[in-house]
């Protein structure tokens, strides 16, 4: 309850002024949440909204930072919040920040929105480049910001409908850094009911949405090995012991565990992105350093996939005569779980995103290798992820993800944030609605 005891105070204020339980919010009918949903699209694209929105990204595109660095990003978030006068709590998780929007009372919902870059040279020239050389948001994190804060001032401008509390969470380091878990470490989910979070989609149509129930990315950790040999002249190998060709045969054997001993039904991957060796053309080095990733659906193929990445590293180079150290850096860079989608929120998502863009422009997607730090909230309570469209083919053909070429499409970002709010208005809604009808009891407060 550490969490919870800190933004006590921050509270207090509003729980001196509850929301109404007005009557008509207890029994708003279906047409009167798809009116809800289409008064927040119609906020959203208002032209002070919207440039106000487009505006926060671009700022932070401009000063892109790196995992728990996001010091000036956070500041921003606080002061837009400050602004809106939407109570927070900071720093949490180093840069994180988790403001407060509605009753101060049960139930809680969470909104989600990552905000580091990546160490990246950016390559689009237009006015709002990154100002840091080798940073970029070349993975559309200052647009979730962007949107989160959107959805914000939507739920303010609307607080009258809030039937408990918003949390909107701004989390550090999710390019590897594991920053959910940090957050969640500090109390964050602590009687929070559901938390939902999205991501830009290059390959989707803008005004459409795509997910699906169950697994849709997958758990995902990383490795670097250091193989050693005996470094010599290139002329002369006999007299060397080379962690090259041993390494090179690593490699290749890497390849087997998802071709050979994988069930072609269970997806896979395994990929070394990294080979450093010597720096002469004639010099056979005394070690070679190799690095990667690895992936899969399960936490059984996932353990079995990270035990045989070691066998056969440490094995093959013993085979060349040489010797392996293997490091998961699971300190560092902690294993990513499964991403999971509730299926009881898989259903809510369609009706809700349904009601704002029509059941038409809702998309059921095949799961993506690609992994995401948001599973980290999954295995603690319900969540839910989403990818956002914001393809325009009037506008070219937009790059994809971690590319030094990619651009957001920024008419998309009414859509994020008019759909977090959305998403986070009818849960408490109608949660409160089934905890009054089923049992007429309510959680404690805060």
């Known amino acids: 309850m550490g969490f919870f005891k800190c933004v006590f105070l921050i509270l207090s204020f509003l729980l001196l002024n509850p929301v109404p339980s007005f009557a008509d919010s207890s029994s708003v009918s279906s047409k009167g949440f798809s009116e809800v949903s289409a008064n927040f699209l119609n906020f959203a694209r208002k032209r002070e909204v919207f440039d106000w929105i487009v505006g ?27 602004e809106m006068g939407i109570p927070y709590k900071h720093p949490i998780a180093v840069t994180g920040v988790v403001g407060f929007i509605g009753s101060g009372k049960p139930p809680f919902v969470g909104l989600r929105a990552d905000m580091d870059a990546l160490p990246m040279q950016e390559m689009v020239e237009w006015e ?3 100002k840091v050389p080798g940073k970029m948001h070349a993975c559309g994190h200052d647009g979730h910001v962007a949107m989160l804060l959107g959805a914000a ?9 809030l039937q408990g509390t918003v949390l909107l969470v701004f989390q550090p380091a999710e390019e590897g850094g594991g920053g959910a878990k940090k957050m969640i470490d500090a109390g964050v989910l602590e009687n929070v009911e559901a938390i939902f979070g999205l991501h830009v989609s290059h390959y989707l149509p803008i005004g459409e949405v795509a997910s699906r129930a169950g697994p849709i990315l997958a758990g995902s950790g990383v490795f670097e090995a250091v193989i050693n040999g005996k470094g010599g002249h290139a002329a002369i190998p ?35 992105a990294k080979f450093q060796g010597g720096g002469a053309f004639n010099v056979i080095p005394d070690s070679v350093t190799i690095g990667g990733t690895f992936r899969a659906f399960s936490k059984k193929s996932f353990t079995q996939l990270r035990q045989r990445i070691e066998e056969v590293i440490i094995g093959q ?5 040489c010797n392996a150290t293997v ?13 999971v989608n509730d299926k009881g929120l ?15 422009n809702v998309r059921e997607m095949q799961p993506l290798m690609g992994s995401e730090d948001f599973s980290f909230y999954q295995e603690v309570i319900p969540g839910y992820f989403f990818f956002l469209g914001m393809m325009d083919e009037t506008k070219g053909k937009l790059a994809s993800i971690h590319s ?43």
Request: charged share 25%.
């Open 56 to 82: 926060v990204r671009r700022k932070i595109h401009e000063n892109p930072e790196l995992g728990y660095e996001e010091f000036e990003t956070s500041k921003l978030i606080r002061a837009e919040l400050d």
């Open 153 to 161: 001032k939507i739920l303010q401008e609307h607080s009258e409908l």
């Open 128 to 130: 709002h480049k990154s």
């Open 317 to 321: 180079a013993t085979v060349q005569r």
């Open 327 to 339: 490091d998961f850096l699971d300190k560092e860079k902690p294993f990513f779980p499964t991403t």
């Open 346 to 360: 898989h259903e809510y998502f369609q009706e809700v995103a349904g009601d704002m863009l029509g059941i038409r």
């Open 404 to 446: 030094p070429f990619f651009k957001i499409n920024e008419d998309a970002l009414p859509y994020g944030a008019a759909l977090h709010a959305s998403l986070a208005t009818r849960y408490l809604l109608e949660l409160q609605q089934k905890t009054t009808l089923l049992s007429g009891k309510q959680h404690d407060e805060l």
């Open 238 to 272: 006999q007299h060397s012991i080379d962690p090259i060709l041993a390494a090179s045969n690593v490699i290749v054997s890497l390849q087997h565990l998802v071709s050979r001993e994988a069930d072609p039904l269970d997806s896979q991957v395994v990929t070394v």
